[in-house]
C-alpha cells in the first residue's frame, strides 16, 4: 500500500502538478504550490520534480507519503 500510494495513473507535467490526484493504492494526494515549490498533503516538500524517465514523471519528496489505514 505504501509503494502504490506514492505512483499516480499518468504523467503529471509541473503545471498540472497542484490539485488532487487518484494514486494507484486508490487514496487521494493533495498537492499545493507552485512551481518550484509543491507540497504534497501539506508536509511533504517535493525537493527534485519533472525528472523524465522511459515510463514516468519522477517527483522527488522529502518523506515516506503514508496512506490512512
Known amino acids: ?17 497542484a490539485g488532487t490526484h487518484k494514486t ?7 498537492v499545493t504550490g507552485t512551481q518550484p515549490d509543491f507540497t504534497v498533503n501539506g508536509n511533504s516538500k517535493v525537493l527534485c520534480g519533472n525528472v523524465q524517465t522511459a515510463n514516468a514523471t519522477v517527483y522527488i519528496v522529502d518523506t515516506v507519503l503514508m496512506p490512512t489505514s
Open 24 to 30: 494507484l493504492e486508490g487514496a487521494d494526494l493533495t
Open 1 to 17: 500500500k505504501v509503494l502504490t500510494y506514492h505512483v499516480t495513473p499518468e504523467r503529471l507535467a509541473p503545471t498540472a502538478l
